[in-house]
């Protein structure tokens, strides 16, 4: 069971090749209350969240975080209204129910030895609850580890944008479901053979980080390539086109979770998957992962 705490945000910006930029950012957090379970929205507050105002809380500073958020709510933001707001005016608004809230927010799980945190990427409905991490959730996607400095984590958010918004009407229809699987509930899609799936080579497990490891359990198209490659493909605005987007330890925390993700880039959820890194199990998207995809 997660629990939430509310997050700040700080992200510095590191130029790469001509082609293409790469992002690091730096998670930094402070709390506003006490952790708390949290609890996934009643079917009455569903209805409440449809006819909400969502405000996207941008966070302090000109950081590339607020730059890829601003530009996919724009772009792909339909289920209802929506504005941008400060953490100053969310501390203002968040107790009121016509208020939904996309935000960056902090997790850690119980009866974890590790003890990491891990950020995630909220959306959660205004509610009178003193603490904010009791406020009703509509999803939340993992994100990064807290303090990974090197995150690229842009190419993944027009996605999960337009994910959470097929999420809230799953939700109306199918909430006992998702209430008992989670993110999981989405495992086990047919996906069509004619979709070509975008791996980051960066991230992938020692069990499938060549082609012919790959192929040996998925026989469909799919490439290898970097973050900053994944980027420059769906900068093209493809078609049939599913991307992995993988959050799992630092060098530095060396232990904890990772979670793997396939979306396609009309934000449809294939796969979602999480455990912990051990040295039997290593960090990344692995062969038993790329089993279920199908």
Same mark, same amino acid.
């Given at each position: 069971?997660?629990?939430?705490?509310?997050?700040?945000?700080?992200?510095?910006?590191?130029?790469?090749?001509?082609?293409?930029?790469?992002?690091?950012?730096?998670?930094?957090?402070?709390?506003?209350?006490?952790?708390?379970?949290?609890?996934?929205?009643?079917?009455?507050?569903?209805?409440?969240?449809?006819?909400?105002?969502?405000?996207?809380?941008?966070?302090?500073?000109?950081?590339?975080?607020?730059?890829?958020?601003?530009?996919?709510?724009?772009?792909?933001?339909?289920?209802?209204?929506?504005?941008?707001?400060?953490?100053?005016?969310?501390?203002?608004?968040?107790?009121?129910?016509?208020?939904?809230?996309?935000?960056?927010?902090?997790?850690?799980?119980?009866?974890?030895?590790?003890?990491?945190?891990?950020?995630?990427?909220?959306?959660?409905?205004?509610?009178?609850?003193?603490?904010?991490?009791?406020?009703?959730?509509?999803?939340?996607?993992?994100?990064?580890?807290?303090?990974?400095?090197?995150?690229?984590?842009?190419?993944?958010?027009?996605?999960?944008?337009?994910?959470?918004?097929?999420?809230?009407?799953?939700?109306?229809?199918?909430?006992?479901?998702?209430?008992?699987?989670?993110?999981?509930?989405?495992?086990?899609?047919?996906? *069509?053979?004619?979709?070509?799936?975008?791996?980051?080579?960066?991230?992938?497990?020692?069990?499938?980080?060549? *082609?012919?490891?790959?192929?040996?359990?998925?026989?469909?198209?799919?490439?290898?390539?970097?973050?900053?490659?994944?980027?420059?493909?769906?900068?093209?605005?493809?078609?049939?086109?599913?991307?992995?987007?993988?959050?799992?330890?630092?060098?530095?925390?060396?232990?904890?979770?990772?979670?793997?993700?396939?979306?396609?880039?009309?934000?449809?959820?294939?796969?979602?998957?999480?455990?912990?890194?051990?040295?039997?199990?290593?960090?990344?998207?692995?062969?038993?992962?790329?089993?279920?995809?199908?």
């Amino acid at each position: 069971m997660k629990k939430y705490l509310f997050a700040n945000a700080i992200t510095q910006i590191l130029m790469g090749s001509l082609k293409t930029l790469l992002l690091i950012i730096t998670l930094g957090f402070f709390s506003l209350g006490a952790l708390a379970n949290p609890k996934l929205a009643s079917k009455q507050q569903i209805g409440m969240f449809k006819n909400s105002i969502t405000c996207v809380v941008l966070e302090n500073g000109i950081i590339s975080y607020n730059v890829f958020i601003k530009d996919a709510v724009e772009k792909y933001w339909k289920y209802n209204d929506f504005e941008f707001i400060d953490q100053q005016e969310f501390n203002k608004r968040r107790f009121d129910s016509k208020y939904s809230f996309l935000v960056l927010m902090k997790g850690v799980y119980e009866k974890d030895p590790s003890g990491v945190a891990y950020n995630y990427i909220s959306l959660v409905l205004g509610d009178k609850a003193i603490d904010i991490t009791d406020m009703p959730e509509i999803c939340s996607i993992p994100f990064s580890y807290t303090g990974d400095n090197d995150t690229y984590f842009g190419y993944a958010i027009p996605a999960i944008v337009k994910f959470m918004q097929k999420h809230a009407k799953n939700l109306e229809t199918n909430r006992f479901l998702i209430a008992l699987k989670g993110l999981k509930y989405y495992n086990g899609q047919i996906v *069509l053979k004619n979709k070509v799936l975008l791996l980051n080579k960066n991230q992938m497990a020692p069990d499938a980080n060549t *082609l012919e490891k790959i192929k040996t359990v998925y026989p469909f198209y799919f490439k290898l390539i970097t973050p900053a490659e994944i980027q420059i493909e769906l900068d093209t605005d493809p078609i049939n086109t599913m991307f992995s987007f993988h959050v799992g330890p630092t060098k530095e925390t060396g232990s904890g979770k990772c979670f793997d993700m396939i979306f396609d880039v009309e934000g449809n959820l294939y796969y979602y998957n999480y455990r912990m890194v051990t040295n039997e199990d290593k960090d990344g998207l692995n062969l038993k992962d790329l089993r279920y995809i199908r």
